[in-house]
């Protein structure tokens, strides 16, 4: 591939949110949604955005969701703005819920002049419980006025529900005749899994990039990134990541052949996996982050297969949580995920102590690999030793007693 | 179908375990594989006895179930004894832990004079670590002369792992011309699933019956008792079901035709029934017990497909914990199991208190629902609308910060 050389590209993290790249305002309120704190917040495009989005896989789709997802088609991939609310998910809530997401969005094109096809709409919260359209409307009324391009960090907190804090990021790509930005803000902290999961993302660009090019780039930093960490199998009905893109910097990707993309997908995979994994780190009760690696799969998609079977299995969350190198239990979790392989040819290390190779435990090592799980970031290889190259990582956290209560109580 | 009339039969629960149908003995001691307590048991059929069982699906299979799996094809059924041992699983021990696991039927053999192919085994407990073949040969010269028709209950206790208690119960079937009782003991706590899980399941029966018959009832009675409860998803290394059947009580089954079959059938899923249950109600962490009803679903597999998703959500079960009836937790781990239906024509009730029919929240009901949920009988009922008729009903329970604690610390 022909493009510019390594001295003059590069990718660096730098402070910020959702406004900072250029061409992006936003601001957030209370009103009223949940008990107390910011509950709605508002990003607006200064100009028409290119937009792209992933949806969750549930069968069972928000109002919000099956709103975005047809002012995506019927704009033909042009958005102005997103309104997305805390405290109510807008979910189960039948014609009605869909017409309150088409009731706010409507709004917005009203306050902000622009087509209603070009709102995109998103809720977190609760399931099943009315949005209250006269608080949304009220809202938005007092959030136009206030939409600042450095007000990033509002915008993060108001999409919070269970989160333990703000989940930002930005990056600066520079390149041989300019710089431009991606940002992004996230929330999420409990039924993540793999295929989107009760996880709403907004990522922007100033970058110019027609939105057939822009989904394809998202596609393929979601995969290894918010379609790769799980923290307990739950998809949920909302699960949304939208990236608009403004142009606004005068740079610009035309196509996937362009020297120009691998930087751009560089870049925006640089904010997702950012996002991503400050979600699994911000899990609901987690106090550590695994990466799990499986290797010597028939394919790539039965390595993701036992990944999940092991991520998600209660029993290897719960050895983690206590730091325990329990590695008969990651055995007997990747033996029931229903792909063939030979416990005799396989291999397991935690923190790459190899505890099991071939057929043979190493307990020897038990406090070689215990001091590795007593860290905050836990590493763990899972070989089933082929035939066959396929590979996969995951990132999951532990399960603590502390999740049970949180998700306990969730709504009383 | 002819038979006996319903005037003439009865199954009657009564007190007992594994040595209360004729021709069984069993002891137990503690020979220090344990810490403390009880753990190795040995129960014999004072004649060859007919024998099956069902084993782990996991591809990873510890050294009892291989090596009894193969012993069962080459006695053709038939059995004199079972050995079995808590505190070591005796799994992903390799060459040297199949080795020990021939030596200890090797040994019960030589001190019951009968075939080694003609003694199973199993074992529960810590996997990976080596089972001491010492410790096995002198606990077994002590058992064999403590074997006693009425010692089911140190048997039941001799299995145990993390259970609170004992799990054993017993049934009279009385036919026309007699009566032939079945008996049973169980041990499962957690890494429960469909398709066995880590739970050890002894049964006995003094009806006379072919290998083949017992297999084939064995297997009609575990789908919907053993095979239809599920703990946290995990299924383990060493899951195992026996039956013997002695014939001592003079009553035979030839055949699946024969009019006594569904009695025999019925009274082997009565006890089946009863120990499953007991091992979800005495689950790790378990406060509640709940029956998940499926309908409508394409097939009977998928409606079995959707309630294992839903039995093993961790935000379902959470919710259960706290009391909460959050509908649309289960409605969204309906909507991620991978079965077709459409949630405008689905229906969720919680202890028959319907809280969404075909699109609509009934969340006035609440107050009812939780009401429900706060007892220790919980009851789910969930309707995809069709179409279909498939249905299938799975044993759960809830998941506790309690759970969290006892798989966190397992090990150490």
Same mark, same amino acid.
């Given at each position: 591939m022909a493009g510019p050389t390594p001295a003059h590209v590069a990718i660096d993290r730098i402070p910020g949110g959702v406004t900072t790249p250029l061409g992006f305002r936003t601001a957030a309120i209370a009103c009223g949604i949940k008990a107390s704190g910011l509950d709605l917040a508002l990003l607006v495009a200064d100009a028409p955005a290119s937009a792209a989005a992933l949806f969750t896989t549930n069968l069972v789709k928000a109002a919000p969701v099956l709103l975005s997802q047809q002012h995506l088609r019927s704009s033909r991939g042009v958005a102005r703005a997103i309104v997305v609310n805390s405290g109510c998910a807008n979910a189960c809530t039948g014609e009605q819920g869909l017409a309150v997401a088409q009731a706010s969005a409507a709004e917005v094109a009203r306050l902000l002049e622009c087509r209603s096809q070009e709102v995109l709409v998103a809720s977190t919260g609760v399931i099943g419980v009315a949005l209250d359209i006269e608080k949304l409307r009220r809202g938005l009324a007092r959030l136009v006025p206030e939409l600042r391009d450095d007000r990033h960090h509002d915008a993060a907190l108001a999409i919070m529900t269970t989160d333990r804090g703000p989940k930002e990021c930005a990056v600066r790509v520079t390149l041989p005749g300019g710089t431009f930005l991606v940002g992004g803000m996230a929330k999420g902290a409990g039924m993540i899994a793999p295929n989107m999961a009760t996880m709403l993302a907004f990522v922007t660009t100033d970058v110019? /990039?027609? =939105? =057939?090019?822009?989904?394809?780039?998202?596609?393929? +930093? +979601?995969? @290894? @990134? !918010?379609? +790769?960490?799980? /923290?307990?199998?739950d998809t949920s009905t909302n699960d949304t990541l939208f990236v608009l893109a403004s142009g606004a910097s005068g740079q610009e990707v035309r196509e996937v052949g362009d020297p120009t993309y691998p930087l751009f997908l560089e870049g925006l995979r640089e904010v997702c996996r950012a996002l991503a994994l400050e979600i699994v780190r911000g899990a609901e009760g987690a106090t550590k982050v695994v990466s799990l690696e499986v290797s010597g799969a $028939? =394919?790539?998609?039965? +390595?993701?297969t036992v990944a999940r079977v092991v991520a998600n299995s209660p029993l290897v969350k719960t050895a983690v949580h206590g730091g325990d190198p329990n590695w008969g239990r990651l055995l007997a979790a990747m033996g029931r995920a229903g792909v $063939? !392989?030979?416990p005799d040819r396989s291999r397991v290390a935690i923190g790459h102590v190899v505890m099991f190779d071939r057929g043979v435990p190493f307990d020897d090592r038990a406090q070689e690999a215990a001091a590795h799980l007593a860290g905050a970031e836990i590493s763990v290889q899972l070989d089933l030793g082929g035939p066959g190259s396929g590979r996969a990582t995951l990132y999951t956290c532990d399960l603590s007693a502390e999740y049970v209560r949180i998700n306990a109580d969730y709504r009383t």
């Open positions: 110019r /990039v027609p =939105s =057939s090019v822009l989904r394809e780039a998202l596609t393929d +930093a +979601a995969r @290894t @990134t !918010f379609n +790769a960490i799980t /923290v307990d199998g $028939p =394919s790539d998609e039965d +390595a993701r $063939p !392989f030979d």
